[in-house]
């Protein structure tokens, strides 16, 4: 009995089966021997990919009768199977790169499934191959049991396949084939006929010439035989026979008939020829027609097959973001930008109320952590804080490499490039000038929850997951998925401060600190990719003196900002599409961003 290796070094029988988690717990085996002579019903847990939201899910999967069936769990298996599909035309693969990895495919229906380690895939696929053996498929037997005329006609001319509905429509080569028949019988006759003559010509001349011996013998002795008139008697029975053997056949007539037969054998091929010739043209025609349009089929369907992988497996692993995508650069982006504009049609259409986190928006000036554990996190956020004050508002000249990469009157946007182990990691900086409000308002919009719906496209959802003080709190954020990137969340603390000037002549400067931290009740998860942040909204409000003994009205406030960020996407994008995207992005933001304090302050007191 064959055996095969568990992980924990026992051997396994191949009557019995094994599954995906390597435990005796889930083993799920048919006792006795296999529908298909000592073949086992075999099940198990393995990962199957879902869709796009899901992900790989545990399925329990069933291997019976050379069908394999997947249902939700062990537990559902009474309630039926959720799909399953025959084997005996599937193409089995082992993913290239993922050793964990199969992929069944029958048509255009393709199951991705993963083993908990290679060794159990290739468990599962040796059971597979068994099953499909034992149904004669993949085996030798296969040919003789699902053989088809179009085996043997290929391995055949193009002529073959032709030939015999040509002879069935040409009557006149039938009827000299039938005619060639009869000369054949005829001919077949006259050669008997004259190979007996020839044989007792040859035995009539053999005969003769030992009686001439046995003549020249008695002569020598001196007792010839004389006649009664004197004459010499000599024994002349071999002459007798040899003209009886001439009398008997009719030489002549039979070699006139022999020449007659073999002139018809000849003119009948020559007529053949003839028309065989006179069909060769019909016949080339047809075959070179035939296979112009086997050709055109075939081009066809290759066409029909590529498009069609194309469309129903667009949604599968192997198109997902990494660096053994099966979408190059550019399919890559142009899905990425054509996702980006659908959000933005989107949002732009969109007239609906959006969904809020009530939360109070106040802030007030004092900064009292709830707890003493998070006084660790303070200390983080002071550190965050004088760092960006520090070298965020440093002029983007010098050493530091800044390019120069959008332009858009008084908005610029800064990038430096980045790379670490092949993700893209560029810092951006942007500058602005806002005119109509101040410092102190743009941040409060910035960090406030209650309004982050209104201004905030990119976001699919988020919530507090923790109040540190009146002035810092941990948000866990989830953000639109852009395909074929992975979806991507975001577990951040938020902080906003007030920042004194140390000279009366340089402005107030107000900040909001966005930057990643962990949290026990916010665990990463196989759903999102985490990324990394490190993003600074700095403020300051310059104010014009106004004429005379007027008020300072919004006229006389310009906002100057400075925005920061460094952003680690958790995981492989293309370089180009992620530096394409953040071109194209940031700005918007900004516009968008402003553009809403703006319409939101209008006719508001100025909050300093």
């Known amino acids: 009995m064959n055996s095969s290796p568990l992980p924990n070094g026992r051997l396994l029988p191949d009557s019995q089966s094994w599954n995906s988690s390597g435990s005796d717990e889930d083993l799920d085996v048919e006792p006795g021997p296999g529908p298909h002579g000592g073949v086992a019903e075999l ?3 393995l990962s199957k990919w879902t869709n796009y939201i899901h992900g790989w899910q545990d399925r329990w999967v069933v291997l019976k009768n050379n069908t394999l069936s997947y249902y939700k769990s062990q537990d559902e298996r009474e309630y039926g199977c959720r799909g399953s599909l025959c084997l ?8 290239e790169f993922d050793e964990c990895r199969l992929d069944i495919s029958v048509n255009d229906s393709v199951w991705y499934l993963r083993a908990q380690d290679p060794e159990h895939r290739n468990q599962w696929i040796d059971s597979i191959e068994q099953h499909r053996a034992e149904s004669g498929y993949g085996s030798e037997s296969s040919l003789r049991r699902h053989g088809s005329m179009l085996s043997l006609t290929s391995a055949t001319s193009g002529y073959s396949a032709t030939s015999t509905s040509s002879f069935k429509k040409g009557h006149s080569l039938r009827e000299k084939l039938a005619e060639m028949e009869t000369f054949r019988d005829i001919l077949c006759r006259q050669v008997d006929t004259l190979q007996k003559f020839f044989d007792g010509c040859a035995d009539a001349v053999t005969k003769d010439e030992l009686q001439r011996d046995k003549i020249v013998e008695d002569d020598e002795d001196g007792f010839p035989t004389t006649r009664s008139n004197g004459e010499f ?7 007798k026979e040899k003209r009886e053997c001439i009398n008997g056949i009719d030489f002549k007539g039979e070699a006139i008939t022999f020449k007659a037969t073999t002139v018809g054998i000849l003119a009948t091929l020559s007529h053949c020829i003839d028309l065989m010739v006179k069909r060769e043209d019909s016949w080339q025609k047809r075959l070179d027609k035939e296979m112009e349009k086997r050709r055109r089929v075939e081009e066809a369907y290759k066409s029909a097959l590529s498009e069609l992988k194309k469309k129903s497996h667009f949604g599968g692993p192997d198109y997902e973001e990494g660096p053994n995508s099966l979408i190059n650069e550019d399919e890559f982006f142009d899905a990425v930008e054509a996702a980006l504009d659908r959000q933005d049609k989107i949002e732009e259409q969109s007239q609906c109320e959006k969904s809020r986190i009530q ?3 106040s ?3 004092g900064d009292i952590y709830s707890s003493v554990g998070s006084h660790r996190l303070a200390e983080k956020v002071e550190e965050m804080v004088q760092n960006h004050m520090t070298y965020s508002l440093q002029d983007v000249g010098g050493d530091a490499n800044w390019q120069l990469v959008v332009e858009e009157g008084e908005m610029k946007v800064y990038r430096r490039e980045v790379e670490e182990n092949g993700i893209v990691l560029d810092p951006l900086k942007a500058t602005h000038c806002v005119k109509g409000v101040t410092g102190h308002e743009l941040c409060h919009y910035f960090w406030n929850t209650d309004v982050r719906n209104d ?5 699919e959802n988020f919530n507090i997951v923790e109040t540190l003080s009146d002035t810092a709190i941990i948000i866990y954020q989830t953000h639109k998925r852009v395909w074929p990137a992975s979806q991507r969340d975001v577990l951040y603390l938020s902080a906003i401060r007030k920042i004194i000037a140390n000279n009366e002549s340089d402005p107030d400067t107000w900040l909001v600190c966005n930057f990643s931290v962990q949290h026990e009740n916010a665990q990463p998860n196989n759903r999102c990719v985490r990324a990394k942040i490190n993003i600074a909204m700095i403020c300051q409000t310059l104010v014009s003196p106004p004429e005379g003994d007027k008020e300072i009205s919004r006229d006389n406030i310009l906002c100057k900002i400075t925005y920061v960020a460094n952003v680690n996407p958790g995981g492989w994008a293309p370089a180009s599409v992620l530096r394409a ?9 900004l516009k968008r961003f402003t553009s809403y304090v703006q319409e939101k302050t209008a006719g508001k007191p100025i909050l300093f």
């Open 581 to 589: 995207v953040a071109k194209r992005e940031y700005p918007k933001f």
């Open 359 to 361: 939360r109070s928006s």
């Open 88 to 95: 005996s035309k599937a193409v089995i693969t082992p993913h």
């Open 455 to 459: 201004w905030e496209t990119t976001v």
């Open 233 to 239: 008697l000599h024994n002349n029975n071999g002459s």
């Open 363 to 365: 802030v007030p000036s």
């Open 43 to 45: 099940g198990g847990v």
